[in-house]
């Protein structure tokens, strides 16, 4: 059964960091809300049980290398047809006080958030365009993190500079691509996915404590919460929306 409450019915969607988390969630919301659905991953095995089970069509890239992800939304538009949204969820995190933060992780970790973010906007820009201008807008929905405004604690220089950057990158987009395309841009508190599952295994007890009493809510998001924002954001509700960094964040900025 479809909720079609959101004009998702028919769209064509891809969606990158899609064999977990925050990707998985979105891609299994849009498609119960009757949308058709690429999902990107690296994990061959991960994104086939994923594809599987949301019913959509998994496409295998590693969002840092940008021939693949070209090769990746034109594979995408070549099996739906066409394309009208894209969820950039592809994502990766660091924990490490600054000195011990090398080289390598530091290019890790802006290569794929960032980097693999404006990869894969330009590849799907154009398709975009196109289905904007012949009917109703496009949408990209970029994931940056609450962590690019407020840093979650010590050791997340990387990702606080990767996902910061991701909000600058949405908001000069979406001037560029607008009125075809609308182009906004979800900040999640930490939610239950794999990579903050495995940071808080590095917490101590005291740690983890504090991390949930920073919420207002009192507790880390689900991944199906973040994915609601990002169904907002791509659908017809939000029309006006442009160039928006929306908080969903469980009252942490504010707390």
Not at 30 to 52: E, N
Request: proline fraction near 4%.
């Amino acid at each position: 059964m479809t909720d079609d409450r959101a004009g998702l019915t028919g769209r064509r969607i891809l969606v990158t960091g899609a064999s977990s988390g925050i990707g998985l969630a979105t891609a299994r919301l849009f498609a119960q809300s009757g949308a058709q659905v690429a999902l990107i991953a690296r994990d061959a095995t991960r994104l086939d049980q994923a594809a599987t089970a949301v019913g959509g069509v998994g496409l295998v890239a590693d969002v840092r290398d940008p021939a693949a992800v070209t090769a990746a939304v034109a594979a995408a538009v070549d099996s739906l047809g066409g394309l009208d949204g894209l969820v950039c969820a592809a994502g990766i995190n660091a924990r490490l006080p600054i000195e011990s933060v090398s080289d390598a992780l530091w290019a890790d970790v802006i290569a794929t958030n960032l980097s693999g973010t404006f990869y894969t906007c330009r590849a799907a820009l154009p398709h975009l365009s196109v289905a904007g201008t012949a009917g109703a807008p496009a949408s990209i929905v970029t994931v940056a993190s609450g962590g690019a405004l407020l840093p979650p604690g010590s050791g997340y220089t990387a990702y606080a500079a990767s996902k910061g950057g991701v909000v600058s990158l949405t908001k000069a987009l979406a001037r560029e691509a607008a009125p075809a395309v609308r182009v906004n841009c979800v900040l999640p508190g930490n939610a239950s996915t794999p990579i903050t599952q495995s940071l808080m295994a590095t917490m101590t007890p005291t740690e983890r404590e504090a991390k949930l009493a920073a919420y207002a809510l009192g507790r880390i998001a689900e991944p199906l919460e973040i994915a609601r924002a990002i169904k907002f954001l791509t659908s017809a509700d939000s029309s006006y929306a442009v160039g928006t960094s929306l908080s969903i964040d469980g009252g942490r900025i504010f707390h």
